[in-house]
């Protein structure tokens, strides 16, 4: 049993008073109006009860309300407050605590945890135990306060963070921290036990954090199979603690003295058997186990576990499964029970807040906006936070949703609590948000301006040209860079994110930017991980797309089946200055955003009708094509690695808009030669757009007769759009962009270039008139893109092979096969980088120089390294890393695992 490890301090040691910042908003009104006094009721843990449930019965609400006070924190709020003997807790996102006074809404104390500036993100809401509040940081430190006075009666060094809320259940507290140690503590914080996955399951015996250690147990790179981690809540029922630990629900019995393996609950084989991520865990009044979690490409669902002895049954939520080829989205967060009934919220536009009765297939849905949050279950009312920074409490019975808009827009993202019939509201603005009957206050003025960076980039190679600013690298697609990439690797930072993820990260201005495939665009130091802003946009569906960074704006294109649109963001604050129309699927292989040329925006896309599941073998991915009502070809929104041929009505286009205004420049449609548009890509090099496209493997001949051509490459004046010479010779063959370096140009894919051959080629042109230099030596397949480096010339089959190719003549110098799946490469010579952080070492016969830990169960996506750091963001599970290589690393101590942190 690992022994919890413990520093006392002494009284008042780590108390601050007050900041002018935390200082009262507004002075609350209830009183005045006649409604029950502030305090009277508790909610002293996350999500009402040790289950996570959600369900207050007990609680109402009478709408409308208004704002009683908004009381400002340091820092994002991303947790859930608790309630006690008229007195309110919020931790933010710098991980300060607010003692707050419900009657008054003054601060009473507030107190700084340990871990400066890398303290930030911190996700673990409070728990009131007795005369306690505990919780956990993502600094690595747990705290049991008294609740009284904020002083500090016990500090627990855990040496990795904490993203788990602490639950308490009769006289204990258990955590677990996000390498998977579970603790039980008593209420003052005396250690009972611990109990550690990593050891007991999967029987490592190193640093869980180092990839060196990772390195020589596993003698090879790690795979799901490795995965550790608890990213989110674990959850008590009785004496069985619940935890979702590397894609296993672990079931523990707490022994008194010890924890006692029960069993682990197994999600069956559903679009792949490796262990998913759980995005939330809930438990009913029975002991079920209620787990949403993710496999791949929005393939999901809330399965339903339940103990029999010591083997976990496995069942499932009926109306919850998502898939790549099924309508609906995934849920995020964990779900709220009242007996039989399951309620859900979701990233998607109409499916806000939905109720899952047993054995109806359909939800019913009860209002509210695009939530990432758990809703809370009242005696009449259900309460969410939006996306959009507005409160909803939707009748339960159905019926329109009331609303409240906080005062900045900005996301809310964790559960609100409910006392007295006030809503206490934690919001990504900064304020603690408090709504009650008669509130007549103003809404907050103040900008707490947490857009603004507070660590700037601290590495050598801080200066905007080692920035990896778009999708593939650089506006030449070359997706490779050379910054003196070496081991070793520590981690720097980890976070949470919500969502799920198809492309690599890209940074600039000293920040990373991330978009979800579900509608969410955010932004986070480079240095620690720190949210800075998050915005949310509806209808988009399954966009995996990728946004640029270019003087102090990001453009991104937001795809989705009603709409589409590209988005010009301000980078520092994520304010949206112009959108503008697109069409088409991005599907899988047009991950990249615009080019800018200049004064111009300039972006590739289709056209078409578009469905979840498409009309002909040719345009699904997986399961039967579904035939339109009208017979139209409808092609799947995102469609088969297989395409011999496109539907008629796909155009291919290129168009140009005004970079400060969105206004259109020129727009190109080369649907004269073809089906298709929306396998290609854009590259410009030397001045000079470079557009390539495929119309399939063996396209319908057009409908005046002759041989239809399988593509087009095409070099275009990026001013004018005009053609500067095409060729149908040579060009991309889908799941890939062209790439281009020293006048030359590269092109590969998913597909055999024509009908009369099975092999797949990388193709080399040249820049100048697009003629073939040479043609590589047969390949299983070229995706996503060919890396082209100073020295390097690489490219993979999804599935199998890695490539090195020869630069003069395309054949094949080396190659390796460590066993990936459809992963997205990135070259920073000489190493290509793979999921879960591995580096291959092309220098060194493709040697695995490093690899782990196990961050994610899914191998879509690899790292990337901007400014002299590694960044990845893993696909399925959630979590997003920075690492130090090479001499920062050598002697670097995470900041979880310094004890002297302050």
């Keep these: 049993m690992t022994v919890v490890r413990v520093h006392r301090l002494h009284r008042g040691q780590a108390m601050s008073k007050p900041s002018p910042i935390c200082c009262l908003v507004a002075l609350s009104l209830t009183m005045a109006w006649g409604s029950p006094a502030a305090g009277t009721e508790a909610w002293e843990q996350f999500k009402y009860d040790s289950r996570h449930s959600g369900n207050a019965p007990d609680r109402s609400v009478s709408v409308p309300l208004g704002l009683i006070g908004a009381v400002p924190a340091t820092d994002a709020i991303l947790t859930s407050p608790v309630a006690a003997d008229g007195r309110v807790f919020v931790v933010d996102a710098s991980g300060v605590v607010l003692c707050i006074d419900a009657a008054s809404l003054g601060v009473v104390w507030r107190f700084q945890s340990r871990g400066g500036k890398a303290n930030c993100n911190n996700v673990s809401s409070p728990a009131v135990a007795g005369p306690y509040l505990h919780f956990g940081t993502m600094a690595g430190w747990y705290y049991v306060l008294d609740r009284a006075t904020g002083r500090v009666v016990r500090e627990v060094f855990c040496g990795e963070p904490i993203f788990s809320a602490p639950v308490v259940a009769g006289d204990r507290v258990y955590f677990v921290t996000l390498g998977s140690q579970v603790h039980a503590v008593q209420h003052d914080g005396a250690a009972c036990w611990t109990w550690d996955f990593v050891k007991e399951i999967l029987k490592f015996p190193g640093d869980r954090w180092n990839p060196a250690d990772w390195l020589a147990f596993k003698k090879g790179r790690v795979t799901w199979r490795d995965a550790f981690c608890t990213a989110t809540d674990l959850a008590v ?445 854009l590259c410009l090099l030397d001045g000079t757009l470079y557009y ?58 998913y597909n055999r270039p024509h009908a009369r051959t099975n092999d797949r080629y990388v193709r080399c042109l040249d820049a100048r008139d697009g003629r073939l230099i040479w043609q590589s030596e047969p390949l299983a397949s070229a995706v996503n893109v060919v890396s082209v480096g100073e020295k390097y010339l690489f490219t993979n089959a999804s599935g199998r092979d890695g490539y090195v190719l020869d630069r003069q003549t395309g054949k094949i110098v080396s190659r390796f096969n460590y066993g990936y799946a459809c992963t997205r490469f990135t070259l920073s010579e000489p190493y290509v980088l793979g999921c879960n952080m591995d580096l291959i070492d092309l220098s060194d016969g493709n040697r695995l120089a490093a690899t782990g830990p196990a961050l994610d169960s899914r191998e879509c996506i690899g790292a990337v390294v901007s400014n002299g750091r590694l960044f990845y963001t893993a696909q399925a599970s959630g979590l997003q890393v920075s690492q130090v290589y090479g001499e920062e690393a050598e002697g670097f101590t995470p900041p979880w695992q310094m004890r002297d942190a302050r």
Aim: hydrophobic fraction near 35%; charge should be positive.
């Design 692 to 749: 390539s496209t495929f119309f399939g493997y063996a396209p319908r001949p057009p409908r005046g007769g002759g041989e239809a051509p399988t593509g087009v490459t095409v070099a275009l004046d990026p001013l004018t759009g005009k053609t500067l010479w095409s060729t149908t010779a040579c060009s991309v063959t889908a799941g890939c962009t062209i790439s281009g370096r020293d006048g030359r140009l590269y092109v590969g894919g």
């Design 237 to 681: 029922f009785e004496k069985t603690v619940v935890v979702p630990a590397g894609g296993r629900t672990v079931f523990l019995r707490d022994a008194g003295d010890r924890a006692e393996l029960r069993g682990l609950g197994i999600v069956p084989n559903n679009a792949g058997s490796e262990f998913p991520a759980s995005f939330g865990l809930s438990i009913g009044e029975d002991g079920a186990v209620y787990n949403q979690w993710h496999r791949r490409d929005n393939t999901g669902r809330v399965e339903i576990f339940r103990l029999r002895g010591d083997k976990a049954e496995a069942d499932h939520v009926p109306g919850t499964q998502t898939a790549i080829n099924l309508p609906g989205l995934l849920s995020f967060a964990s779900v709220s029970l009242r007996a039989a009934e399951v309620f859900r919220c979701r990233p998607e536009a109409g499916f806000g807040l939905c109720k899952h009765l047993p054995g109806n297939k359909e939800p019913v849905r009860l209002g509210g906006y695009p939530s990432i949050a758990s809703p809370i279950l009242l005696r009449d009312h259900a309460v969410l936070g939006g996306l959009d920074g507005s409160v909803y409490v939707a009748p339960l019975s159905g019926g329109a949703a009331w609303s409240f808009k906080t005062a900045f827009g900005k996301p809310i993202s964790a559960p609100v609590a409910v006392c007295d019939g006030r809503i206490y509201v934690p919001c990504e603005d900064g304020y603690l948000y408090v709504l009650g009957p008669g509130g007549a206050a103003p809404l907050p003025a103040k900008d707490l301006e947490l857009w603004k960076i507070r660590a700037p980039l601290s590495s050598k190679l801080a200066d905007a040209r080692y920035d990896w600013a778009t999708n593939y690298g650089d506006l030449a697609n070359t997706n490779s860079n050379n910054q003196g990439l070496r081991a070793p690797l520590r981690m720097k930072w980890v976070r949470r994110y919500e969502g799920t993820f198809k492309h690599v990260p890209t940074c600039g201005g000293g920040r990373m930017y991330t978009h979800t495939a579900e509608g969410q665009i955010f932004a986070v130091e480079q240095e620690t991980g720190r949210l800075l802003w998050r915005r949310y946009f509806p209808e988009v569906y399954l966009s995996f797309t990728a946004p640029l960074y270019i003087n102090e704006r990001l453009l991104l294109p937001q795809a989705g089946l009603r709409q589409s649109r590209l988005r010009c963001l301000s980078a520092a604050t994520g304010e949206l200055l112009w959108e503008v129309p697109f069409s088409g699927s991005p599907s899988w292989s047009r991950q990249a955003p615009p080019v800018v040329y200049k004064n111009l925006a300039i972006y590739a896309f289709g056209s078409g009708r578009y469905a979840p599941q498409g009309t002909e073998k040719a345009f699904v991915m997986s399961g039967q094509p579904e035939p339109s009502p009208d017979g139209a070809e409808i092609m799947s929104w995102i469609y088969t690695h297989d395409n011999p041929y496109y539907p008629r009505d796909n155009k291919p286009l290129v168009r140009a808009w005004d970079a400060a205004t969105g206004q259109e420049a020129w727009s190109r449609d080369f649907s004269d030669l073809g089906s298709g548009g929306n396998d290609c890509g």
